[in-house]
């Protein structure tokens, strides 16, 4: 049967949850495609503020990584922005002229912030903070300037300013009111924050309103509506968000505040839904995740054929994401004629509470000082309790696990995924979890705002008892609770010969196994038994599996191997024709001295590798890339040994070969390290009679300094001692960490003692080259494989 075409606009938290709960239903049955006006995959926008806070990096918010595009048969445009819906033919038109029907539309466009239209608010120096963009934005505004003004004490502004405190920055806090939060805080709990936050280095302006952006081209400072100004040199917009709704209306689709739906998340046309921030449920639109996770879930069963009882609304809870400030608020926090209220105000402690009430039943609550209470505050509001559920049981000041073990199985532990203790103790039970990633895994819970994942760890606790340790290892991921040492000891007591069996032998809680541990399997099985082992291709990450780069348009870079970035007139020739018969969009040069020829298609790479008639560079791959080197003694001035050759002669030995992750070298002729290998996982530097070898750096995310690994006086023991580096680096790594890392795990002297034993050396060296003997060139062996040619290079998902 042919599979109904479903398109997602808007690859972001609400959209792509409803398909993972469409896959989760009914993984056959719809051919899906993404449009995402961003150009990365779906990520965790609440952890922008943990990224500009320095809690964690750009590169570890993803949710969904590329590879879950592929292997879910999700056919992704990221950084392509959908421009028209023609509903009548069911199609929708994009910024990049394609064009694309559907059966079903899903709208998850979500919100833009509000950018108050002041005068000045177009010079350099304003930011909203939304997006990946806005954050590092931020982040390099502080490395310049020092002052910066945050407009809007709401959530967003009071995560803002203290993320710019952390890097450095003097922080001003403009607000409209005169107490902060104060959607969310009622007047006592919002002053114990500024007090709290002034003691943190923030300075509050509240009751102001802002009428003007001062400066030239650059901003130099904000004005005031009484005449007042200040100084600023960076203005972060965080006065809240409007839904992003503009497609939706041209389209004639009914839009109201936001793009109006009913109980099941239709919108007026019948092949088309709204989710999430963009959507207007019964006259709310939600800017909290907590909300939009249920929506996604009744829309899933929508789109799957399944009804259910709709989506009813959200009562909702917010929690603020500061370090040393403990805020919570939920549902209706303000007193009227018709409400009681419960406080208790311990100055001594700082803690603060109010509970209201009416009619008997708890209608909404903020705590201050200490949240311990929040979400069992949630559910009751949630279930419509009496006041009495809660003010009866007692006020259990245990933390950990006696804390959860008095907790009702229906008591919410994440809020964001909508997660209870039952669902949690169940699945560790029964699936054997033993680390909060592995709840994670299974469950969502603590997959968003990660407020919840000490309680994660104390049911844990509870549930496992001494079989708990927190600082437990790292398992190869949530499939299993065996770490990567315990896998390929297993792999080599029972001698087995494939991922599955693996996976099956070991009792993999996915059967399938996951994007994280497949190609892993695959590395460790192809490490062990590099003769014999056959690579499974489809275990692969992309660019891996199709030997080049694919870029954020779908099309490929190409990069043929230039050894020590040394070329000569027949391949330049040989690059220039291919490029204009194939009409390259550009040719460019890489850092690591090549060719990249940029914005090929996918059913063009076998008659450009054919035409080239040159090696792979193995720029996608996790392994050996490229050998920098500097133009040496043969040509420079200063130049002490033969540095162009021995970097020749190393790429040319290690080509091809496979690592936990990509290996960049670099060999220079003299100190200046023309060539950067103080930065290069293998740096080598020749001194008079001496070649120095550096291990462990890394220029990228990780940046790191080289480790000094010896000093040896010829090229052959530089080939010697960093054959057995890099074998002793592929057998104990684990998969996807890169040597700055691994060093840094085992430890520089430990790898000297091990690569430094001769005996030791030979035997790594004797393993490497049977791995070595076993390397194939791939772009010949794909032309020559005429199913290899036909599965992956002419099917639109390969
Ligand atoms: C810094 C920050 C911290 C936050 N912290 C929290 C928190 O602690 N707790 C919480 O619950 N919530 C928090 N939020 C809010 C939460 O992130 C949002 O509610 C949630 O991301 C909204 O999901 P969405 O899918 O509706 O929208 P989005 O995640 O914004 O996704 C919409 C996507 O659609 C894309 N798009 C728009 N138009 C088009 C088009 N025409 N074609 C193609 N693509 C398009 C957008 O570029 C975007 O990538 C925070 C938000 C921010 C910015
Ligand atoms: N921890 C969290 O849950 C969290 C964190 C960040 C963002 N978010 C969400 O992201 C969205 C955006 O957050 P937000 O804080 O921008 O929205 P918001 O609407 O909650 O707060 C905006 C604040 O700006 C103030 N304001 C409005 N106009 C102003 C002006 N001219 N000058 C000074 N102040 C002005 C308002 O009084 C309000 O307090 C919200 O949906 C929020 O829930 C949530
Ligand atoms: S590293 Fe030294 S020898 Fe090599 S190019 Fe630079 S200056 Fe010349
Ligand atoms: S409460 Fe936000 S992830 Fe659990």
Known sequence: MEKQKLILIGNGMAGIRTLEEVLKLEPDTFDITVFGKEPYPNYNRIELSKVLQGDTSVSDITLNEWHWYEDNNIRLYPGETVTRIDKEQKIVYTDKDREESYDQLIIATGSDPVILPLPGIDKEGVTAFRDIKDCEKMVDYSKKYK??????????????????????MEVDVIHLCDSLMERQLDKEAGTLLKEELEEQGMHFLLEKQTSEILGNDHVSGLRFNDGEEIEADLIVMAVGIKPNVALAKESGIEVNRGIVVNDYLETNDPNIFSVGECAEHREMVYGLVAP?????????KRICGMGGDGYKGSVLSTQLKVSGVDVFST????????????????????????IVVEQGKITGAVLFGDTGDGNRLLNLIKKGADVEEYTDTDQNQEAGAGLVADMPDDELICGCNGVTKGTIIEAIETQGLNSVEQVKGCTNASRSCGTCKSLVSDLLEYTLGEEYDENQKETVCGCTTLSKDEVIAEIKEKGMTNTREVMNVLGWKNEEGCAKCKPALNYYLGMLYPTEYEDERESRFVNERLHANIQKDGTFGVIPRMYGGVTNAQDLRKIADVAEKYDVG??????????????????DLPNIWE?????SGHAYAKGLRTVKTCVGSEFCRFGTQDSTGLGIRLEKKFEGLSGPHKLKMGVSACPRNCAEGGVKDVGVVGLEGVWEIYVGGNGGTDLRQADLLCKVETGDEVLEWVGAFLQYYRETANYLDRTSVWVEKMGIEHIREVVGNKEKRDELNERMDLALSAIQEPWSEAINNGTLLKDLYEKVNA
């Open 292 to 300: 939009l996770y249920q929506q996604a879930q009744v829309l899933a």
């Open 147 to 168: 002052k910066a003004a945050v407009i809007g004490g709401g959530l967003l502004g009071l995560e803002a300013a203290r993320g710019l405190l952390n890097l450095g």
């Open 611 to 615: 035409e080239l008639d040159m090696p």
């Open 586 to 603: 550009m040719i460019k040069l890489t850092g690591g001295q090549r060719i990249n020829l940029l914005g090929v298609n996918k059913q």
């Open 331 to 354: 549902g209706q926090i303000m007193e009227n004629e018709h409400t009681k209220a419960i406080k208790v105000f311990d100055d001594w402690r700082g803690v603060y509470k109010k």
